[in-house]
């Protein structure tokens, strides 16, 4: 079931479109339905993990956290 609730405070989704475990298309909708406190990256070709791309994530993180 999507949840219902407003988000109230700032989210950074980043979101590998290889995703096993958590579909792709279903972080995109929460974004889509959250866009005024989301920050959406999609990591192109990454499973859950973010595979290659940790330090790529970790990089976008620590930007998204000082701005």
């Known amino acids: 079931e ?3 609730w407003p ?3 700032p ?8 995703d096993t475990l958590v579909p792709f298309e279903d972080a995109l909708d ?3 339905r959250n866009s005024k406190k989301t920050e959406f990256i999609r990591l192109k070709g990454v ?7 940790i330090g790529e994530a ?3 993180t620590k930007a998204w956290l000082l701005k």
């Open 58 to 60: 970790m990089q976008i």
């Open 30 to 32: 929460y974004h889509k």
């Open 47 to 53: 499973d859950h993990g973010f595979d290659n791309k």
């Open 2 to 4: 999507k949840t219902k």
């Open 11 to 18: 989210l950074l989704i980043i979101h590998g479109d290889k």
């Open 7 to 9: 988000l109230k405070i």
